[in-house]
């Protein structure tokens, strides 16, 4: 009969935390036995299953992705090469396009042609799309784990389906702008606690979909910006964050 581990020795075989160990089971992509005293033991086939998921994450699929291309103890692997290749393809139709702009703007300056304001804007836009994406990936991973980020990502859809997440992105900053216009600001002070209130609002789609948890989670990303503002620019500055966090004292005190 094959030994049983326990949850310590899983961790230690595998390089996960505990808490990772437990949130798998409670998504179901794990189902180790329990005593009747509650303790986990995880099988041989609970070991290789285990294994079989950090291949997955490695390869690049959220925890979602993996629990829909479960199939009872199996790994359709057809699923994942199929949605690999759905992946790859939509990366590479991006690529193709930002290839098409640049080769664009640089046969026209070859032939000494004025490049277009509508034709550059669109090159800058583009790129800083890509660019943002890629560095809130980085901030992201370095205060998130796989596991919360797959979290996050499975409650975001969520949201209404006319929901407009560059839109929600530019309210933020022009937000931000207006209560950094307005300080110096005594925090008590009613303009400070309408704008507070305002905050409050624009925080409500965000608040329709996380838990308790992700709350926890930006507040301490945003409560570190000085850590990670140099790499990312947010959309407000960290003299804002102070204050609305003054302000929100104040109205509780």
Known sequence: MEKALDIKEVVRRTGLTSRALRFYEARGLVSPLRTASGRRYYGRGEL????????????GLSLAQIQRLTDGRRVDLAGL????????EGRRAELDEAR??????????DRGEPVDAETFCSLIRH????????????????YFTPEQQAHWAEQGTKLP???DQDAYGKQWVALGERVAAALPLDPASPEAQALYDEWQALLAPFYAVATP??????????????????EQK????????NFIQ??????KG
């Open 81 to 88: 090469v199929e949605a690999q290749l759905e992946a790859i």
């Open 246 to 251: 003054a302000a929100g004292a104040a109205r």
């Open 127 to 142: 790129g800083d799309a890509v660019m943002e994406a890629e560095n809130w990936k980085k901030v992201a991973d370095r």
């Open 100 to 109: 098409a702009l640049l080769l664009t703007v640089k046969s026209r300056i």
């Open 48 to 59: 290789e299953r285990i294994n079989s998921i950090l291949a997955l994450k490695r390869a």
């Open 161 to 163: 389906a006319e929901f």
């Open 213 to 230: 948890e992700m709350k926890e989670g930006a507040a301490k990303l945003y409560g570190r910006m000085g850590e990670w503002q140099g």
């Open 234 to 241: 947010p959309p407000f500055s960290m003299e804002v964050w």
